[in-house]
C-alpha cells in the first residue's frame, strides 16, 4: 500500500509560480510511474502529467506543456510539479498519483493510488 500527501497549493496571481510535492510512503517509489492530474469545480478529473520510473522519461498535456515541469527524487520518495505562468484556468484541485502501470499513462484507472489533493488557486 502506497500512502501519497501532497502539499505546495495556494493562492496565487496569474503569471505567477508554484511548486507542488507529492511525498510517498509504504511501497518501493522507483517501481511505481508518477502523475499529477487535476479537477476544476464541475469538471471531471483530467490529466496533467506524469513521468517514468526512473525520472528519464515525461509527458504533459497540450494545455501545459512549456509551462508545467514534472520531475522526481527517488532518494526522497517524491514527485514534484513546478507550475509556471499560471493561468486561471489552471485553478483545480491537484492529486498525485501512482502506477505500476507502463509509461505513459494518462487514464485515471491505471493508477493504483492517490493522494488527498491540494487546492491552486490562480487569481486574476
Known amino acids: 500500500q502506497v500512502h501519497l500527501v501532497e502539499s505546495g497549493g495556494g493562492l496565487v496571481q496569474a503569471g505567477g509560480s508554484l511548486r507542488l510535492s507529492c511525498a510517498a510512503s509504504?511501497?518501493?517509489?522507483?517501481?511505481?510511474?508518477m502523475a499529477w492530474f487535476r479537477q476544476a469545480p464541475g469538471k471531471e478529473r483530467e490529466f496533467v502529467a506524469c513521468t517514468s520510473q526512473s525520472g528519464n522519461d515525461q509527458y504533459y498535456t497540450r494545455s501545459v506543456k512549456a509551462r508545467f515541469t514534472i520531475f522526481r527524487d527517488n532518494s526522497k520518495n517524491t514527485v514534484y510539479l513546478q507550475m509556471n505562468s499560471l493561468k486561471r484556468e489552471d485553478t483545480a484541485v491537484y492529486y498525485c498519483a501512482a502506477a505500476g502501470a507502463r509509461f505513459p499513462a494518462t487514464l485515471s484507472n491505471e493508477y493504483d493510488y492517490w493522494g488527498q489533493g491540494t487546492q491552486v488557486t490562480v487569481s486574476s
Open positions: 509504504g511501497g518501493t517509489f522507483s517501481n511505481y510511474m
